[in-house]
C-alpha cells in the first residue's frame, strides 16, 4: 500500500512536470501534435465513409432482393444499335420477335426448377389527380410476389385479393410519400383516387423506404415512394396492353425493314412487360438459371436479343468489392499518417532530451531515479499524443459530417472508430516515446551537469 502510494505521487508529480513543459513551448507542441491529429481524424473520416458505403450496398440489396435474376427489354436505340453492329448474315435471319410478355414469364415458370417466386411489372408514366392535386406518378402493374421478391411491407391495409388480380379491380396500393402529399393528415385507405381517366380504390400504402440517387442510378431503381401499384390484369384491361396494341398495327409491331441498308430498324415499344423479377431458390443456382432463362427466351424470340439479364446481388458484390478495397488503401494512407505523426513525437522528444541534458542531470543529482525520467518523459509524450488524439477526433467528426452535405457521400460515424483511433494515438504515444525515454534516464549525472 505504502508503495502504491509513492508510485502515485511520483506519476502525479511526473504529470505535473510534464504538464510545465507542454504549457512552456506550446507552439512546438501543438506542431508535434499535428501529425496525431491529421492521422486520427483521417481514420475516423475514412471509417466513417466505409461504415456509410456498408449500410449503402445493405440498403441496395435489400431494395433488389436476395437471389433475384432481372429481365428488362431492350429500348429502340439499343436495339437499333445492336442491330448495326451486328454481321449482314445474322440481319438476313430470323426478324421478327413478339417482345418480353406474359407468355415469356409462363414459359420460365414452367422450364426452370429452381424459380421461387417471379412477378411482372408494366409501367406507365401518368398523372393521379385527388381534391383538385395533380401529380405525375409511375403507375405500376404487378402481381401480389412483387411486394416479397422486392422486401417491401405494408404500412397500412392489404395487399389485392385474388378477386382483385382475378377481375381486374379498381384498387391500388400507393407509396408512402404519394399518401403523405394527397392526404394530408389522413390515411388513403378506402378513398379513391384518378388515376388519368379510371377511378382506383386505395387498399394499402407501402411502408417509406430510403433510396438513394446513387441507387436509382446504379440499379435502375424507382422511387417506389410515389408510385402507384395495381393488379396486372387491372393494367392490361383498363390501361393499356401493347400486345393488342402491336398486333393491331400489324406484324407484330417489333420493326420494320429498312430498305436502302436491308437492316431491321425498331419502332415503339413492342413489349408487353417492361421488367420480370425472378427469384431463384439458391444463390448457387443463380448463373445456371440466367443461363437457362437467356436460352429460353432467345429460342422464343426467334434469335433477336431484344432483351438483356442482370443478376443485381452480382452487381452488388462486385460494387462492395471495389469500395472494400478503397476503403482499405485510404485507411493504410491514414495509418501512414498516423505513423508519421509518431516519429514527429519522437524527433521532438528527442531533440527536447538533448535540450534539457543539463536539467536531467541536476534531477539525477538532487536523488531523482532512472525511473523518474522515465515517467516524466514518458508522460510528456503520451499527453501530447491524447492532446492530438482529442482534436483529431473532434476534426474527424466534423469533415465526415461536412464531408456528407458536401459530397453527399453518407458517412457513419461510430463509437468503436473512435475509440479505436484514441486508443491508437495513445499507444502511439506510449511506443515512440520509449526510446527518447530511456536516452534521458541512460544519461550519467556528472556528464549531464557539464554538459553546455
Not at 220 to 235: A, L, M, Q, S, W
Not at 275 to 280: A, V
Request: proline fraction near 2%; hydrophobic fraction near 40%.
Amino acid at each position: 500500500m505504502k508503495f502504491d502510494k509513492i508510485f502515485l505521487e511520483k506519476l502525479k508529480s511526473n504529470i505535473s512536470e510534464a504538464f510545465r513543459v507542454i504549457r512552456t513551448n506550446k507552439v512546438r507542441t501543438f506542431l508535434t501534435a499535428l501529425g496525431i491529429i491529421f492521422g486520427v481524424s483521417a481514420v475516423i473520416t475514412m471509417l466513417a465513409i466505409g461504415n456509410g458505403a456498408e449500410k449503402e450496398i445493405l440498403s441496395q440489396l435489400e431494395l433488389v432482393g436476395v437471389n433475384n435474376i432481372v429481365v428488362t427489354p431492350l429500348s429502340d436505340d439499343k436495339l437499333n444499335k445492336q442491330n448495326d453492329e451486328n454481321d449482314e448474315k445474322q440481319l438476313e435471319s430470323k426478324r421478327f420477335s413478339k417482345g418480353l410478355d406474359l407468355q415469356d414469364m409462363e414459359s420460365i415458370k414452367r422450364t426452370v426448377p429452381s424459380i421461387k417466386a417471379l412477378s411482372p411489372e408494366i409501367i406507365l408514366d401518368t398523372r393521379v389527380i385527388k381534391d383538385g392535386k395533380q401529380k405525375n406518378v409511375k403507375l405500376i402493374g404487378i402481381t401480389n410476389d412483387y411486394f416479397d421478391i422486392t422486401n417491401m411491407k405494408l404500412d397500412n391495409g392489404a395487399l389485392f385479393s385474388k378477386y382483385h388480380t382475378v377481375n381486374g379491380s379498381r384498387v391500388c396500393i400507393i407509396g408512402k410519400s404519394l399518401e403523405k402529399k394527397l392526404f394530408t393528415g389522413e390515411t388513403a385507405i378506402g378513398k379513391e383516387i384518378k388515376v388519368k381517366d379510371i377511378w382506383l380504390t386505395v387498399i394499402g400504402v407501402t411502408e417509406e423506404k430510403f433510396i438513394s440517387e446513387k441507387a436509382q442510378e446504379n440499379l435502375g431503381i424507382r422511387d417506389v415512394n410515389k408510385d402507384i401499384y395495381i393488379p396486372i390484369k387491372t393494367f392490361l384491361v383498363r390501361f393499356k396492353n401493347r400486345k393488342k396494341v402491336s398486333s393491331k398495327a400489324g406484324g407484330g409491331g417489333s420493326f420494320y425493314v429498312n430498305e436502302r441498308s436491308n437492316k431491321p430498324k425498331f419502332r415503339g415499344n413492342y413489349h408487353q412487360i417492361d421488367k420480370l423479377t425472378i427469384q431463384i431458390d439458391k444463390s448457387e443456382h443463380l448463373t445456371a438459371s440466367s443461363d437457362v432463362i437467356s436460352r429460353l427466351l432467345k429460342r422464343k424470340h426467334n434469335d433477336v436479343l431484344d432483351f438483356e439479364i442482370s443478376i443485381p446481388i452480382h452487381l452488388l458484390k462486385q460494387q462492395q468489392k471495389t469500395k472494400q478495397i478503397f476503403n482499405v488503401v485510404l485507411s493504410i494512407i491514414a495509418g501512414i499518417s498516423l505513423l508519421i505523426g509518431g516519429i514527429g513525437i519522437m524527433n521532438i522528444m528527442l531533440a527536447s532530451v538533448l535540450e534539457r541534458t543539463k536539467e536531467i542531470g541536476i534531477m539525477r543529482a538532487i536523488g531523482a531515479t532512472k525511473e523518474d525520467i522515465v515517467l516524466q518523459f514518458l508522460s510528456e509524450s503520451i499527453i501530447i499524443s491524447l492532446g492530438g488524439g482529442i482534436l483529431g477526433v473532434v476534426l474527424g467528426i466534423i469533415a465526415s459530417i461536412v464531408l456528407e452535405m458536401a459530397t453527399g457521400i453518407e458517412t457513419i460515424l461510430s463509437i468503436k472508430s473512435i475509440l479505436l483511433s484514441f486508443l491508437v494515438s495513445s499507444l502511439i504515444g506510449l511506443i515512440f516515446g520509449i526510446a527518447p525515454a530511456k536516452k534521458a534516464a541512460n544519461k550519467s549525472p556528472i556528464e549531464a551537469m557539464r554538459y553546455e
